[in-house]
């Protein structure tokens, strides 16, 4: 496991720092600028080849049954949403990518759970931080970098929406035996959290959404304040 706050992962924490910054920035640029669509593709093109190559290397290589490695976690159904919301820029998928995307993703960053060992952990590393990056990174950049600023019902909506899935996925995690979305155990990687009890993790990991999607809204509700206040 990647040793927290070691030389490396505070390599992978300040890269994810100047992504966001660098999102944030294209606001600068107009909206039909073709830097945007051309940073939209790009970083389309590169999580999915990221994400595909990654899950072809476990299932052939590998040997990963398919029951462990379907993309049901948090952050792989962060990356459908990013892809809708790049395609598409639908304000629902803006709103999905800039709560739950950048929170799950976030956190993903700042406690990174990779298994994997020997000659395959370099690139496993890349990989992971390289998703998890951009999906902190394109939340920002959907409503920052794009100036949209979402109203307070995106946080209700968001909060619910990873509740749902939680409470969907459950059933599946117990009929396959596997532990998306950490429903049923907290990651291995993260051996503190394994010292109390699941229940508790959840509520502290459900708590952490709430408050990190409110403190994450205050700059728009300020802007609307001002607004309002001239």
């Known amino acids: 496991c990647m040793e927290l706050l070691s030389a490396r992962h505070l390599l992978w924490l300040s890269a994810t720092v100047l992504f966001v910054i660098g999102c944030v920035n294209m606001r600068r640029l107009p909206e039909t600028s073709g830097w945007h669509s051309a940073f939209r593709t790009s970083l389309f093109v590169l999580v999915l080849v990221n994400e595909v190559s990654w899950f072809a290397y476990r299932h052939f290589a590998a040997d990963l049954p398919l029951a462990r490695n379907l993309p049901l976690h948090l952050c792989d159904l962060s990356i459908f949403v990013m892809f809708a919301a790049l395609a598409t ?6 709103e999905l990518s800039y709560y739950a995307g950048v929170v799950g993703a976030l956190l993903a960053v700042c406690l990174p759970a990779i298994s994997e060992t020997g000659p395959i952990r370099p690139i496993a590393e890349i990989r992971y931080f390289l998703t998890h990056i951009a999906l902190v990174g394109v939340g920002f950049y959907l409503s920052f970098g794009c100036n949209y600023h979402p109203p307070v019902r995106a946080v209700v909506r968001s909060y619910l929406a990873i509740h749902i899935y939680a409470l969907a996925i459950t059933p599946l995690n117990l009929y396959l035996g596997t532990n998306y979305f950490f429903t049923l155990s907290a990651p ?6 394994l010292e109390y009890p699941h229940w508790l993790f959840l509520v502290v990991v459900s708590s952490i959404f709430l408050t990190m999607f409110g403190l994450m809204h205050l700059p728009f509700a300020w802007r609307r304040r001002s607004a309002r206040c001239r």
Do not use: G
């Open 188 to 193: 291995k990687e993260i051996a503190f959290a």
């Open 89 to 94: 820029r639908r304000r629902l998928f803006a």
